[in-house]
């Protein structure tokens, strides 16, 4: 199964995860990555990025040999666990599963070039829908199985209420067992449909996420003292606003005006008045939001990447470089 992009890419947790599902049934790691062609030395680094078509054979060739039709319902596991971290940090930026759904479009770019998620409304119902980015995909079962899983453990358990699913769709053929699929999804489960998604009751979108009582570090828990306390109460909620939308991804003057439910032109009017302007402060923002994160060990670069809402690590990378002299691993190993 290959791309149809030669040079898409994933990052090498991708291959980790399926590697740790692997091997916890019985496989031979390294017999497994020989097999694959894949050089065991390239997955040492979580942010390297690896070929899809080199991910698609390994899953494959475990899918194979573990025997496991349900291989990606333990895979999706395991990236929600991989990425739990992340969420904790989400619960302190988004207010609600609303904005944290408008989030996962860019979340997954922390996965790489494997596909994208749609959010649509249906009555009293809304829908995450799975587009696979490589269309020989869309029937296979362990990546469908993959992302559905991950993301229904992540909504159910970042709410303050239960979020369970009320039906699941599959773009693949109906399996001989079930069993699996109905325990995670419940029992309104329908195959051979044109995309795989989840639904859920449109209610929730309006629910809290969880307060959460977690260690996120003296550096980060400093954080709105020296971020969000300002002589000005305007700036103070600017910039609150853009630490919120800043993971969506494509921050600019008009999506934060939205967000703020002010017009673009007052926006830029008060901000004038302060003696600013949208550009500098998303820059402020950014350099001190990334010495924060950087402190904290549990969040990788490619994570605070995103939590920045660069596209990407290098594009993080690069514009670190022109605020400090240096890579983000470097300023991370020297502090």
């Given at each position: 199964m290959r791309s149809p992009i030669s040079s898409a890419s994933v990052y090498a947790s991708c291959l980790d995860a399926v590697l740790q599902v692997a091997t916890a049934q019985g496989v031979d790691r390294q017999t497994l990555l020989r097999d694959a062609g894949i050089d065991q030395n390239a997955l040492v680094l979580p942010g390297q990025r690896m070929l899809?078509?080199?991910?698609?054979?390994?899953?494959?060739?475990?899918?194979?040999?573990?025997?496991?039709?349900?291989?990606?319902?333990?895979?999706?596991?395991?990236?929600?666990?991989?990425?739990?971290?992340?969420?904790?940090?989400?619960?302190?930026?988004?207010?609600?599963?609303?904005?944290?759904?408008?989030?996962?479009?860019?979340?997954?770019?922390?996965?790489?070039?494997?596909?994208?998620?749609?959010?649509?409304?249906?009555g009293e119902f809304v829908r995450?829908?799975?587009?696979?980015?490589?269309?020989?995909?869309?029937?296979?079962?362990?990546?469908?199985?993959?992302?559905?899983?991950?993301?229904?453990?992540?909504?159910?358990?970042?709410?303050?209420?239960?979020?369970?699913?009320?039906?699941?769709?599959?773009s693949y053929p109906r399996p001989a067992s079930v069993e699996?699929?109905?325990?995670?999804?419940?029992?309104?489960?329908?195959?051979?449909?044109?995309?795989?998604?989840?639904?859920?009751?449109?209610?929730?979108?309006?629910?809290?996420?969880?307060?959460?009582?977690?260690?996120?570090?003296?550096?980060?828990?400093?954080a709105p003292q020296s971020?969000?306390?300002?002589?000005?109460?305007?700036?103070r909620d600017i910039r609150t606003a853009m630490r919120r939308v800043l993971p969506s991804g494509g921050l600019?003057?008009?999506?934060?005006?939205?967000?703020?439910?002010?017009?673009?032109?007052?926006?830029?009017?008060?901000l004038t008045a302060h003696d600013s302007s949208f550009k500098q402060l998303l820059q402020e923002l950014r350099m001190e939001l990334a010495d924060r994160y950087l402190?904290?060990?549990r969040l990788g670069i490619t994570e605070i990447a995103f939590l920045l809402g660069y596209s990407d690590q290098a594009s993080f990378s690069n514009a670190f470089k022109l605020w400090r002299g240096c890579s983000p691993s470097d300023y991370r190993s020297h502090r």
């Open positions: 899809v078509s080199d991910f698609f054979t390994l899953y494959k060739l475990a899918e194979q040999r573990t025997g496991n039709p349900d291989l990606g319902l333990e895979v999706g596991r395991v990236i929600y666990f991989l990425g739990l971290n992340l969420q904790l940090y989400m619960t302190t930026i988004c207010r609600n599963l609303r904005e944290y759904l408008n989030v996962i479009p860019s979340a997954l770019n922390l996965r790489g070039d494997l596909g994208t998620v749609s959010m649509q409304s249906e995450l829908d799975w587009h696979p980015l490589d269309p020989g995909t869309r029937s296979w079962r362990c990546l469908s199985d993959e992302m559905l899983v991950a993301s229904a453990l992540i909504v159910d358990s970042i709410c303050s209420l239960p979020v369970p699913v009320l039906a699941a769709q599959f699996k699929l109905e325990t995670l999804f419940g029992p309104d489960l329908r195959f051979d449909c044109e995309v795989s998604c989840l639904y859920f009751e449109r209610a929730s979108l309006r629910y809290p996420l969880i307060a959460l009582d977690y260690d996120l570090g003296m550096e980060f828990s400093a971020l969000f306390e300002s002589p000005s109460p305007f700036l600019t003057i008009d999506s934060l005006s939205r967000d703020m439910n002010i017009s673009r032109r007052t926006l830029q009017r008060r402190a904290d060990s």
